[in-house]
């Protein structure tokens, strides 16, 4: 497995300000395998980058020895899948479908998608759907871009995330195989499920090899809230089973460390960490 770090962990990142040369440099340095860039509306990587300057990305990259495997979307959070006026949904699939493309001229092989959400813990603005309308929406957008996904030879990775959608692997599980399609898989988020009750290695268990991409995180379960995210080996992420149960399901892809808030030492503390976490 190759330990990777995202774009939104490095300074100016959640921001997508950081120009690409300098994440890739301090991600080397910092003894990454790789780097996980991230597209949004504005910044460095947007659904509107040309495929030029994403080659050039994908040159720097390379240029490092780095892999550059997944591109992760926030999009979702802005411009919801989910959203009960059309206009919206029909906004976030359209942002979706021209990132698709952007990730397969990075070379990349999957693209984390937020699937939409019935709430939103951090946006009061948004406002509660109804969750047989969310899952019927973000069905609705997942079958979409499937065949955008089909068509540029990418990977569509669905994320388990805070956003009130499929918090039992079973049933995330049957809303994936609901699509039958081979570029439909999960993007499986470590952290995000133990702070709902979960335990992370069931889910990798269950879900199996529809995961195509991991995100590693940590979580405070005493804190129980986005507070409770912390430095990785400092929570109560069950780390050795972790990694058994990835091992069992032959996963060998990348492991990218989504660490936020950014601070001067975060990628050396996280490249240190994820060096004990894969010798499990």
Known sequence: ???CISYWSLPGGPEGTCPVKDAVAAAKQAGFD?????????????????EATCRAYAAEAAAQGLALETVASGMSWGCSPTHPDPAVRRKAIDLHRAALQRVAWLGCRTMLFVPGAVIVPWDPSYKPVRYDQAVAWAREAVAELARTAEAVGVDLGVENVWNGL?????????FIDSFD?????VYFDIGNVLGHQQWPPHWIEILGPRIRAVHVKDFKLAVG????????????????????????????????AEMMPPDPTLLERTSRALNKIVKF
């Open 1 to 3: 497995m190759k330990k």
């Open 34 to 50: 790789g780097i996980e860039l991230c597209i949004a509306e504005s910044g460095v990587l947007t659904p509107s980058t040309d």
């Open 166 to 174: 499929f918090y039992s692997p079973m049933e995330f599980a049957a």
């Open 181 to 185: 399609h081979p570029r439909v898989g």
């Open 225 to 256: 809230t986005l507070a409770g995210f912390c430095d990785l080996l400092e929570g109560d992420v069950p780390f050795a089973e972790v990694m058994a149960a990835l091992r069992a399901i032959g996963y060998d892809r990348t492991l990218v």
